[in-house]
């Protein structure tokens, strides 16, 4: 089984404190790719992962919120901060990175796409195209499209004006608008893309 770094949504309490939130989702999705999640945070700027743990074979940005850039909240610059550096270190390192929904908006943007509102993505499901033709049924949860104009991603899957799925190979990223830990009308395909994609880098 492969240890994977699963970061968290961070949330604030009625009495105001922060704690981390994790969909227990993510645990037993995980479980069943062969991976082992490891929840990590660490507000230090510089992450000392190799001090804590002997072997860590990736790196999952999981979704909940948004950035900064849009919220305009500290927890979310905090979270920002953190996993920009947990991106630093999986490069350094040459490990593969799992951007999910947020996690996906936060690589696009450090590698230089943008974001822009979208309409009636948050709550719904829609059929992906690859090369005009249906590649799978996944959910959506998202009010922030990717803007790619430099053509930096390479786009597998799309909707309407949407990237829903894309790689850069150059990390070994790759990138999903949908949730994979929820339920999905083609998660069987879904399984497969991210099995295909660790395969290639494991």
Not at 13 to 36: A, D, G, M, P, Q
Not at 44 to 55: A, G, T, V
Not at 68 to 95: H, M, P, Q, T, V
Request: glycine share 4%; proline share 1%.
């Amino acid at each position: 089984m492969k240890n994977f770094l699963l970061s968290s949504e961070i949330k604030i309490n009625s009495y105001k404190k922060n704690f981390l939130s994790v969909n227990i989702e993510w645990y037993n999705y995980l479980r069943t790719l062969n991976i082992n999640p490891i929840l990590y945070y660490n507000e230090r700027k510089k992450i000392n992962i190799d001090k804590n743990y002997k072997k860590i074979d990736g790196v999952i940005l999981s979704g909940g919120g948004d950035l900064y850039k849009i919220s305009k909240k500290k927890k979310d610059a905090d979270r920002d901060e953190f996993e920009l550096n947990l991106i630093d270190y999986a490069i350094k390192k040459k490990l593969p990175i799992i951007g999910v929904c947020r996690g996906f908006q936060l690589f696009a943007n450090k590698i230089g796409c943008e974001l822009s509102k979208i309409d009636n993505h948050y709550g719904n499901s829609h059929t992906l195209i690859q090369s005009s033709k249906k590649l799978m049924k996944v959910n959506s949860f998202h009010k922030y499209k990717i803007v790619d104009h430099n053509n930096i991603l390479n786009v597998i899957a799309s909707f309407k004006d949407s990237i829903e799925i894309a790689t850069y190979k150059k990390y070994n990223f790759l990138g999903l608008m949908f949730h994979p830990e929820r339920k999905n009308y083609d998660q069987i395909k879904v399984n497969l893309l991210i099995k295909k994609f660790l395969l290639k880098q494991l």
